[in-house]
């Protein structure tokens, strides 16, 4: 008898400014995917957050595209203790019924309402087996002004930096005093794929800057310029057994007219960065970035996967951020640096499938009622 094919959701779009990034991360995660040993049913999570049934073939094909999010699909709800069952709520012609149960979800989402620790609390309750971090690792990688905390206490090295909100503003004269620069980078705490970034060289600019962040968060970071400066990327890796590696290092090199590797350059113009695998960095430059990544990934909680993201100035590394659903689209450095380093696209959705699995048979061996 052939053995059972595993049964796995890849959860995308989702209730974020990252939305279309994720339909085009979950496509290229559907292509990945041995067909031979999975079976994937794609679930989308509309803007307005409801969870629909996809058609696995839409947007998936050799040809790449994005998975879309039919307008009237199955809506699904996820069964609280229900270790992977779902039951359709409504659509054409349905009735509510229960479908057979997931083994694993992959939760191919971005930014808040999916990343930071949101969806996987709805996976713990479901009881589940899940595919990344858990709940506190996803809130701290997410949280840039509380990752940068943790970091700063563990002694790694980061720019330095304010935290801002409504009720504790900061001005463009504070926050130049505070940091000791008159160029400033001016960003969401919560938010990624560098949505919401701006950077100010004037009061004018820092205001606009506060702005355009505050429409994407309640809290958000001012960090000194260093100039000048390298972007590198090492992508963080955890197998079934716990064992955590590092991937060669990617540099992103922006064009001149982004000025940084902003949303537009990495999405919206072809021609906005060059992506460099492997970064041309000295041997003993890349090996200290890569103990930095793995004591950023232990640091954080997090598990499965993360990308971490530095600046280099000189031979100065400074961790920026640790991204743990980072981008797999067909551009995207995550998997494009564990393509590097000798582990296929296809290999490294085992990995990360069978960490969920097996971490999720240890945490229902745990005890949590008294003898």
Known sequence: MAERKIRIAILFGGRSAEHDVSRASAANVLRSLDPDRYEATAIGITRDGRWIVADAGNGAGAGG??????????????????????VVLAGPGAVPAELPAFDVVFPVLHGPNGEDGTVQGALELSDVAYVGSRVMGSAAGMDKDIAKR???????????????????????????SALGSQELFVKPANMGSSVGVSKARNAEEFETGCKLAFRFDTKILIERCIAPIREVECSVLEDAEGRVRASQLGEIVPSDKHGFYSYDAKYLDADGALLQVPADVPPAVADRIRELAIKTFGVLGCEGMARIDFFLHGEQAFVNEANTLPGFTNISMYPRLWEASGLPQSELMDVLIDHALERHKRSRALAFERE
Request: hydrophobic share 50%; glycine share 12%; aromatic share 4%.
């Open 65 to 86: 595209g994005a998975l879309t999010i039919p307008d009237h699909g199955p809506q699904l709800a996820l069964l609280p203790g229900g270790q992977g069952r779902v």
């Open 150 to 176: 943790l970091l700063r206490e563990a002694g790694l090295p980061i720019v330095p930096f304010v935290a801002m909100s409504a009720l504790a503003p900061v001005s463009y004269h504070d926050a130049v």
